[in-house]
């Protein structure tokens, strides 16, 4: 039996361990960081979303860090995201190849809501000050392949969740593998993305000052304290998923992707999408459908265009559209450079 084939009952069992037992709690609403479940790149996002066993660049950071192995030299990537209510998500990755030792990445994932008004019970429409609150992820990954057909990956996270004068830390890990069958082009994956630990808010803003024993006396409210706040999980998310290039051709190709995705705090889901290349690998038309809404089918497509100056250096510009359905939509434009 060769290496691959001894390791990778293990990774499966791995990934799937935390499926079963969070799929007997009903965890609706109970985790921290809600921001990492934001997809990142517009290529997979405009394919829906179904991207863990197709990953090859540099957002397979967040999709699954086996996918950068992927990558031959360099590639940086930059995406920015119009998400919902004025707010922005921005993510900027890069990884380097170092052949058979494997391939490094790091990300850094940062969501803005801008300044908000400060309001309290006299001044419901604002004192005049502002506050800022913001998300931020730094990851840092590895990746390596084992044999022609497997490759596996792991990334480690710092979180932290601010809000005016208080934040909240934690770490964090995913883990994540690929397989190349052989049919077809037909490639598995799977990852397990955020298993750390839980986050819990801390800071300024917590502090109060108190009269710890009010039924005692007349004792003045001068003693200094600080409110102790619960502590949430981060949200584990578990994806399985096959990719598969149903026609290939020096001109052309057309690949189908299926992804099973299972939240800790969602109910389990899935999404489809495809993707078409056209003018050996120049330009691209993608299309997909997830249920992660209430379990109303959403679209979203896109496309984009890749350009090569020579054998190292080259452009890659994506755009994708999703439709969030009652949050209206979501644009995503991603810029990346090989190198």
């Known amino acids: 039996?060769?290496?691959?084939?001894?390791?990778?009952?293990?990774?499966?069992?791995?990934?799937?361990?935390?499926?079963?037992?969070?799929?007997?709690?009903?965890?609706?609403?109970?985790?921290?960081?809600?921001?990492?479940?934001?997809?990142?790149?517009?290529?997979?996002?405009?394919?829906?979303?179904?991207?863990?066993?197709?990953?090859?660049?540099?957002?397979?950071?967040?999709?699954?860090?086996?996918?950068?192995?992927?990558?031959?030299?360099?590639?940086?990537?930059?995406?920015?995201?119009?998400?919902?209510?004025?707010?922005?998500?921005?993510?900027?990755?890069?990884?380097?190849?170092?052949?058979?030792?494997?391939?490094?990445?790091?990300?850094?994932?940062?969501?803005?809501?801008?300044?908000?008004?400060?309001?309290?019970?006299?001044?419901?429409?604002?004192?005049?000050?502002?506050?800022?609150?913001?998300?931020?992820?730094?990851?840092?990954?590895?990746?390596?392949?084992?044999?022609?057909?497997?490759?596996?990956?792991?990334?480690?996270?710092?979180?932290?969740?601010?809000?005016?004068?208080?934040?909240?830390?934690?770490?964090?890990?995913?883990?994540?593998?690929?397989?190349?069958?052989g049919f077809k082009g037909l490639k598995l994956g799977m990852a397990l993305s955020n298993f750390g630990t839980e986050m819990q808010l801390s800071g300024r803003d917590l502090s109060v000052r108190t009269d710890p024993y009010n039924t005692v006396g007349s004792n003045p409210d001068d003693v200094d304290a600080n409110l102790e706040t619960v502590s949430w999980p981060l949200p584990i998310t578990i994806r399985i998923g096959a990719s598969l290039d149903i026609v290939k051709t020096e001109a052309f190709r057309f690949t189908g992707n299926l992804d099973f995705y299972d939240p800790r705090d969602v109910d389990q889901t899935w999404c489809a999408g495809a993707e078409l290349a056209l003018l050996k690998e120049v330009v691209f038309l993608r299309a997909g459908i997830n249920n992660y809404h209430e379990n109303e089918l959403k679209p979203s497509f896109g496309g984009g265009i890749k350009y090569n100056f020579d054998q190292t250096y080259g452009i890659i510009i994506d755009y994708a559209y999703s439709d969030l359905g009652r949050l209206v939509n979501a644009n995503r434009f991603s810029l990346a450079l090989t190198f």
Not at 80 to 92: E, G, K, P, R, V
């Open 1 to 181: 039996m060769t290496i691959h084939k001894k390791i990778l009952p293990f990774f499966i069992i791995m990934l799937t361990m935390p499926h079963f037992a969070l799929s007997q709690i009903d965890n609706v609403g109970t985790s921290a960081a809600n921001f990492l479940k934001i997809g990142m790149g517009a290529r997979a996002q405009s394919m829906g979303g179904s991207y863990v066993a197709q990953a090859d660049e540099v957002t397979a950071l967040y999709w699954n860090p086996a996918g950068i192995v992927n990558i031959k030299g360099r590639e940086v990537n930059f995406t920015q995201i119009d998400w919902i209510a004025d707010i922005n998500l921005s993510f900027l990755g890069g990884v380097v190849s170092m052949g058979e030792a494997g391939s490094i990445g790091i990300g850094i994932t940062y969501l803005s809501m801008g300044d908000m008004k400060v309001t309290n019970w006299e001044n419901p429409e604002g004192t005049g000050e502002t506050f800022e609150a913001y998300d931020m992820a730094i990851g840092l990954a590895y990746a390596r392949t084992i044999s022609e057909k497997f490759s596996i990956g792991m990334q480690l996270k710092y979180i932290q969740e601010t809000i005016s004068q208080s934040s909240a830390n934690a770490f964090a890990v995913d883990v994540g593998v690929q397989y190349q069958t």
